[in-house]
């Protein structure tokens, strides 16, 4: 209450709501630009790789590909893993990228249907290495009785 016994105006109690609520949004605007930094990163295919050397300098992004049957390798009981991807509508691999990781490999890695997404950087010794793998789901569901009854009686 001022002098005279008057109420302050209502005004200052919605411009207070008004600053308190445009503070709020903005703070849950940046916790949620922060929390997702690594899911804007663009992934390029292997042929997209291979073509654009501006990219090949060491930086942090994703390659997607699939797994080039017989390539994969590891020395013995090692967690070091080296292995080849491709684009994945090729069928038969005509852009390759040689590729390492160290670590436990997903549980999909090796099937034929899944999409690989690498993310990591190019070294200087012409291989890309992946501090992370990511394992799309097959778009492509087959019954594992099926596939292997058409492996046995090729038509």
Known sequence: MDA???EPPA???RTRF???SAVIVLALGYM???AFPGNALYFLTVSEFNENTEVQDGRLLRVSGKLIEGTFGREGNSIDSQFQITDNEASIPIETLKASYTG???DLFFNPHSELILEGSYGVNQVFHAD???VKCPSKYVDL???LNS???PT
């Open 132 to 134: 992370s793998i990511l």
């Open 145 to 147: 009785e099926d596939e």
């Open 4 to 6: 005279f016994g008057d």
């Open 151 to 153: 492996a046995q009686n």
């Open 18 to 20: 008004i600053i308190v």
């Open 11 to 13: 005004r200052s109690n």
């Open 32 to 34: 949620i630009y922060a």
């Open 104 to 106: 436990v490999l997903p």
